[in-house]
């Protein structure tokens, strides 16, 4: 069974605020990766990292950062929320030895008035 | 660049019924092959994948899929759909070379009629 977990689920926010996504998984994978999804259910990838201290930008621009300090811990923030960052983000991990199956967490819907 | 493509936006069929879900990739040899079942409000869960080998492959649910080399396809299928089955359905492609990005076609939404 995965374990990766999102906090929050669910997320309104005011314009121009800062949040942070939380993003933790207890498998030991070393890479971990963020997807941003729109409304009409397309996937597109973010950020990912192939393990402590290794940041990539994904195929999608996003004025969101991450970071990678722990091998567990992959938080993904935004310096200052607009509207158009409305959607849901999901997070994945997958072990170094894996032929590329992804774990998922529920997500994190966000939305920003 | 590898893509794929999932034809269908959105499929109606009733429960007892069969299902076949299309997915085509653009890839330079053969990839990875995956289809991930979504719920609403959930993340992604893996039905099943294809690495290597037989065609044809099983996955939890009764579902299956067969990878088609001459027609770069990985259709899914499953003999009779329940009304639980309803739900957001991905293939996705992955990098032999690096197995470390993944990507999605645009998803199927699957809706049963009772």
């Known amino acids: 069974e995965a374990d990766i977990y999102q906090t929050p689920r669910y997320l309104v926010i005011g314009t121009g605020k800062k949040i942070t996504l939380e993003c933790s998984q207890t498998?030991?994978?070393?890479?971990m990766y963020w997807y941003q999804q729109d409304p009409g259910m397309e996937l597109h990838l973010i950020h990912y990292?192939?393990?402590?201290?290794?940041?990539e930008k994904g195929d999608l621009s996003s004025e969101s950062t991450v970071s990678r300090i722990r091998t567990e811990h992959f938080p993904l923030t935004l310096e200052s929320a607009r509207p158009s960052h409305t959607s849901q983000y999901l997070c994945?991990?997958?072990?170094?030895?894996?032929?590329?199956?992804?774990?998922f967490g529920e997500g994190s819907r966000l939305t920003v008035l | 660049a590898q893509s794929v493509t999932q034809p269908d936006i959105h499929i109606t069929v009733s429960e007892g019924a069969s299902l076949e879900l299309r997915c085509n990739y653009s890839?330079?040899?053969?990839?990875?092959l995956f289809w991930y079942v979504q719920s609403p409000g959930q993340g992604l869960q893996l039905l099943l994948k294809?690495?290597?080998?037989?065609?044809l492959v099983q996955g939890i649910k009764g579902f299956e899929a067969e990878f088609k080399r001459s027609q770069s396809s990985f259709n899914l299928r499953k003999p009779s759909v329940h009304w639980s089955d309803a739900a957001e359905y991905f293939c996705?492609?992955?990098?032999?070379?690096?197995?470390?990005?993944?990507?999605f076609g645009s998803g199927t939404r699957l809706s049963i009629r009772p």
């Open positions: 994945a991990s997958s072990g170094s030895k894996s032929t590329g199956e992804l774990f």
């Open positions: 498998m030991g994978h070393d890479k």
């Open positions: 990292s192939y393990g402590v201290n290794s940041t």
């Open positions: 890839y330079g040899a053969t990839p990875y």
């Open positions: 294809y690495f290597s080998g037989d065609t």
């Open positions: 996705a492609v992955g990098e032999r070379s690096s197995a470390s990005k993944i990507i």
